[in-house]
């Protein structure tokens, strides 16, 4: 059985925001134990993740150094992230799976994904990526390095910039053959690196940032996952969150969560992409059997086996 599980960048931040690399192998090695205990199942296993503060802390680097040093671009931050976090999580899990009595390849790949240029996310951008900034240094910035600026609810100016829908992840052919290989694999770190073609064929980054689950659902799909796991802080999906009518949803079908999305009863800037994301990569998944599971990092196991989570079925 092959399971494709999305985490997310704060999943390697402590509890008190220590962002440090310290902290984040600290958080790597708690992640490896769930991770291992189903390779110990029998599953096949994929992990992608975010990276939201991780390249936050990269920009901001950039920003400090920039009279020192050359900068890098949103690009670059993705692949050195990507690399960086996959380092981490391969090594945190091949250490937790040795220790166990297990030998297994686990490995991290570079991924860019292709996007349409002409989506509309580049119209308005919104995703904000980087600290905040007073309103001289934003205009600054705004004018130097041509950069989106928006004003944050009275706390400060930051960066956004455009979040397309990926379109297709370029590595898929590497990551299946490394996974039919029997590999354990990190990829699609922070939704991809996001590339563009031009009129001769030839491929360009872009400065734009990609949601992660959207392009796990496409990973999800292309490699054949039975499941698709995406975690959340919470155990199950609740209709009607933070009401006295709150429920957990447990094993519902692609209709009814298409009628609870109909019904706005997922929050746009939490519950709704993963949910989204559920829903693309069952329907593009050729397993007729094939499931979406959400909840927290530490039922995955029991999720897998129908005991907990929140299931979601063609």
């Not at 899990?93 to 390849?105: F, V």
């Not at 940032?209 to 392009?215: A, E, H, M, Q």
């Not at 746009?268 to 329907?283: N, R, Y």
């Amino acid at each position: 059985m092959r399971v494709v599980i999305a985490i997310g960048g704060n999943a390697l931040i402590d509890d008190n925001g220590d962002g440090t690399i310290p902290a984040q192998f600290r958080r790597s090695r708690v992640v490896a134990k769930p991770l291992s205990d189903l390779v110990e199942a029998g599953w096949q296993v994929i992990v992608t993740h975010g990276n939201g503060p991780q390249v936050g802390s990269v920009m901001r680097r950039v920003e400090l150094s920039s009279k020192e040093i050359y900068p890098i671009d949103l690009g670059l931050a993705v692949a050195d992230t990507q690399g960086g976090m996959g380092y981490m999580i391969c090594q945190t899990w091949r250490n937790e799976l040795r220790r166990r009595g297990h030998d297994r390849a686990a490995t991290a790949v570079i991924t860019t994904v292709t996007i349409d240029p002409r989506d509309p996310g580049f119209v308005n951008p919104t995703k904000p990526i980087g600290g905040f900034m007073d309103e001289k240094t934003a205009r600054q910035h705004e004018k130097d390095d041509g950069w989106r600026i928006v004003e944050d609810s009275g706390r400060g100016y930051r960066r956004v910039v455009a979040s397309p829908r990926p379109t297709k992840v370029n590595e898929m052919p590497t990551i299946k053959a490394l996974v039919d290989a029997g590999a354990l694999v990190v990829a699609g770190g922070g939704g991809g690196i996001p590339v563009i073609y031009d009129q001769n064929g030839d491929e360009q980054g872009v400065e734009a940032v990609i949601d992660k689950d959207l392009t796990s659902a496409i990973i999800a799909a292309e490699s054949a996952a039975d499941v698709f796991v995406l975690v959340t802080a919470v155990e199950y999906v609740y209709v009607n969150f933070g009401k006295p009518t709150a429920r957990p949803l447990k094993d519902v079908s692609l209709e009814e969560i298409r009628k609870h999305i109909a019904d706005k009863q997922f929050p746009a800037g939490s519950m709704l992409p993963k949910i989204q994301a559920a829903v693309q990569f069952l329907e593009t998944a050729k397993n007729p059997d094939a499931r979406a599971v959400v909840t927290d990092l530490f039922n995955m196991p029991k999720a897998l086996a129908g005991e907990t989570g929140t299931t979601i079925r063609k």
